[in-house]
């Protein structure tokens, strides 16, 4: 077997004890060997192939610990209307992408957002209409927690005036009682269930390529079993250049577990993940669980997607079958409710908490007492910093506390929730830092007590997303023994600001040993 000795960079280790080197050794997918150039290549003996690195800063392959790869997949193909300013123009997009679909074939996509439109309206079934009234719509939002959809559309699924919202849904109407369009939380999931390709394989590939540009050698997909079947076809043709945790659809979770699925079970390149379940919605959609109504909306405290004890029995199932639990918590109520109900079911399965943005201070401290991981996305607070201000103002929260809960002894877990942000890690290690938009706004940082060193942005974006995988034993830092995994860039951001590594640029991507992508 070929060892190979990369040589002439920057190489920071993530590991503590020994943080610097210049060189490490690959043989196989495994590193033998990290430390100065003499001492690594001693180690390895003198046939060892060399690689030179041109002074490259190395890092440790970065980990998105929340990716909707499928999502991000067929969004490469699909309508995109983040971005666009104004409902017309959204519509625009719309029908440009129509006219290039046969006819009757759906239109998906979307990712709108009418927050950040020039007048915030919130769009309907007729002004689609206008422009397909005869091809079936529906959009996600931004969020992914409501969705927009045309007549043909609504039809298709069944839903009208009669339709009764679901439990943890809502169908919205006009004052006649007829709907809207607009559809939220899980009064969108039948249409959410026709959002399937049979080129998802072929897209996956293709998406692949762009997240190892990226500098992601792991990730953990959230999507659906179609995302699962189609990495696996992936795996087996030989095909598949970065590493999957795969969570479990909640709606799958029975039929998993009559598999005989368990969290961990798989290879270095597949493994089984945790269950996915939505507790709450999100903030832009007015969703969120809260204990408080939202400053605009008095009487509206979101919405809570699967009740308090169905949560518990959904926890006390899969961690009986040897499934752990990550479960989508956005609001402080939310967040209060998932704290309590894996608190009810003690298990020796890392249990996660996606997004947890919003929190009382106490549920911090019960987080880390429990031993409960943040996932969370360091994007999304600098997104959301207008959103926070106006709809929880006066709210008396930890948002997006990451300070608050590494100090308490929170694992923290960073991901991107792409397509919600773009998949680029590199916008999240500059929000983490520095609490700003991309453009320094606003100025000194946004609740700025809650900034992170860059040291520990990337252990969370690496180490941290590890951990919440239980593969902290095989990833996330470069120590012998461990996959070689990693990435070599352009700027290296313990020297350079904050709004340098801001602009980095992946020379070249290591995974298991072998350069799995490289920059022209």
């Given at each position: 077997m070929?060892?190979?000795?990369?040589?002439?960079?920057?190489?920071?280790?993530?590991?503590d004890?020994?943080?610097?080197?210049?060189?490490?050794?690959?043989?196989?997918?495994?590193?033998?060997a990290?430390?100065?150039?003499?001492?690594?290549?001693?180690?390895?003996?003198?046939?060892a192939?060399?690689?030179?690195?041109?002074?490259?800063a190395?890092?440790?392959?970065?980990?998105?610990?929340?990716i909707?790869?499928?999502?991000?997949?067929r969004?490469?193909s699909?309508?995109?209307?983040?971005g666009?300013r104004?409902?017309?123009?959204?519509?625009a997009?719309?029908?440009?992408?129509?006219?290039?679909l046969p006819?009757?074939?759906?239109?998906?996509?979307?990712?709108?957002?009418s927050?950040?439109?020039?007048?915030?309206?919130?769009?309907?079934?007729?002004?689609?209409?206008?422009?397909?009234?005869?091809?079936?719509?529906?959009l996600?939002?931004?969020?992914?927690?409501t969705?927009?959809?045309?007549?043909?559309?609504?039809?298709?699924?069944?839903?009208?005036?009669?339709?009764?919202?679901?439990?943890?849904?809502q169908?919205?109407?006009?004052?006649?009682?007829?709907?809207?369009?607009?559809?939220?939380?899980?009064?969108?999931?039948p249409?959410?269930?026709?959002?399937?390709?049979?080129?998802?394989?072929?897209?996956?590939r293709?998406a692949?390529?762009?997240?190892l540009a990226?500098?992601?050698?792991?990730?953990?997909?959230?999507?659906?079993?179609?995302c699962?079947?189609?990495?696996?076809a992936?795996?087996?043709a030989?095909?598949?250049?970065?590493?999957?945790?795969?969570?479990?659809?909640r709606v799958?979770?029975?039929?998993?577990i009559?598999?005989?699925?368990?969290?961990g079970?798989?290879?270095?390149?597949?493994?089984?993940?945790?269950?996915?379940i939505?507790s709450?919605?999100?903030?832009?959609s007015?969703?969120?669980?809260?204990?408080?109504?939202?400053?605009?909306?008095?009487?509206?405290h979101?919405?809570?997607?699967?009740p308090?004890?169905?949560l518990v029995?959904?926890?006390?199932?899969?961690?009986?079958?040897?499934?752990?639990v990550?479960?989508?918590?956005?609001?402080?109520?939310?967040?209060?409710?998932?704290?309590?109900?894996?608190?009810?079911t003690?298990?020796?399965?890392r249990?996660?908490?996606e997004?947890?943005?919003?929190?009382?201070?106490?549920?911090?401290?019960r987080?880390?007492?429990?031993?409960?991981?943040a996932?969370?996305?360091?994007?999304?607070?600098t997104?959301d910093?207008?959103?926070?201000?106006?709809?929880l103002?006066?709210?008396?929260?930890?948002?997006?506390?990451?300070?608050?809960m590494?100090?308490?002894?929170?694992a923290?877990?960073?991901?991107?929730?792409?397509?919600?942000e773009?998949?680029?890690?590199?916008?999240?290690?500059y929000?983490?830092?520095?609490?700003?938009?991309?453009?320094?706004?606003?100025?000194?940082?946004?609740?700025p007590?809650?900034?992170?060193?860059?040291?520990?942005?990337?252990?969370?974006?690496?180490?941290?997303?590890?951990?919440a995988?239980?593969?902290e034993?095989?990833?996330?830092?470069?120590?012998?023994?461990r996959?070689?995994?990693?990435?070599?860039?352009?700027?290296?951001?313990f020297?350079?600001?904050?709004e340098a590594?801001?602009?980095?640029?992946?020379?070249t991507?290591?995974?298991?040993?072998e350069?799995?992508?490289?920059?022209?």
């Amino acid at each position: 077997m070929t060892i190979r000795v990369f040589r002439n960079a920057v190489i920071h280790t993530g590991d503590d004890t020994k943080p610097l080197a210049s060189a490490l050794a690959v043989e196989g997918e495994t590193l033998v060997a990290v430390g100065d150039e003499a001492e690594v290549r001693a180690a390895v003996g003198g046939q060892a192939e060399l690689v030179d690195l041109d002074g490259a800063a190395v890092l440790p392959g970065l980990y998105d610990a929340h990716i909707h790869t499928a999502s991000f997949a067929r969004g490469l193909s699909e309508v995109d209307l983040r971005g666009a300013r104004s409902l017309e123009e959204a519509l625009a997009r719309v029908a440009e992408r129509a006219r290039r679909l046969p006819p009757g074939a759906w239109l998906f996509g979307g990712r709108w957002n009418s927050n950040t439109w020039e007048r915030p309206v919130q769009p309907d079934q007729h002004a689609l209409d206008g422009i397909c009234p005869d091809r079936p719509v529906a959009l996600p939002s931004v969020d992914g927690h409501t969705t927009w959809a045309n007549t043909a559309a609504l039809r298709a699924v069944g839903i009208d005036r009669t339709t009764p919202d679901p439990i943890g849904g809502q169908i919205v109407r006009d004052a006649d009682g007829e709907p809207t369009g607009i559809l939220r939380e899980s009064a969108a999931y039948p249409l959410r269930d026709l959002m399937t390709s049979a080129e998802l394989r072929d897209q996956l590939r293709t998406a692949q390529e762009e997240l190892l540009a990226l500098g992601l050698t792991s990730v953990h997909d959230i999507d659906g079993e179609d995302c699962r079947a189609a990495y696996l076809a992936l795996k087996d043709a030989g095909q598949l250049k970065i590493r999957v945790h795969k969570a479990i659809p909640r709606v799958h979770l029975e039929a998993a577990i009559a598999e005989g699925r368990r969290t961990g079970d798989g290879d270095d390149w597949f493994r089984t993940g945790p269950v996915k379940i939505f507790s709450d919605g999100a903030l832009g959609s007015h969703t969120c669980h809260m204990s408080e109504p939202f400053a605009d909306e008095p009487g509206n405290h979101g919405i809570a997607v699967t009740p308090y004890e169905d949560l518990v029995e959904l926890i006390r199932m899969a961690v009986e079958a040897g499934i752990a639990v990550a479960t989508h918590a956005i609001g402080d109520q939310a967040n209060h409710l998932v704290i309590d109900a894996y608190e009810a079911t003690p298990t020796r399965l890392r249990l996660r908490i996606e997004h947890a943005q919003h929190l009382r201070p106490a549920d911090i401290q019960r987080m880390a007492r429990l031993g409960i991981v943040a996932s969370m996305q360091p994007v999304h607070c600098t997104s959301d910093i207008d959103l926070v201000d106006s709809l929880l103002a006066g709210h008396r929260l930890a948002s997006y506390a990451w300070r608050d809960m590494l100090d308490s002894g929170v694992a923290l877990a960073f991901g991107s929730d792409a397509p919600v942000e773009e998949p680029d890690p590199f916008p999240a290690l500059y929000a983490a830092v520095a609490r700003a938009r991309q453009d320094g706004t606003p100025p000194g940082g946004w609740q700025p007590e809650q900034r992170l060193s860059i040291g520990e942005v990337l252990k969370a974006h690496t180490l941290g997303s590890a951990f919440a995988a239980g593969e902290e034993g095989r990833k996330g830092s470069l120590t012998p023994g461990r996959l070689a995994d990693f990435i070599a860039v352009d700027t290296d951001p313990f020297v350079e600001p904050p709004e340098a590594v801001l602009r980095t640029k992946v020379l070249t991507t290591v995974v298991g040993g072998e350069a799995r992508w490289q920059r022209d």
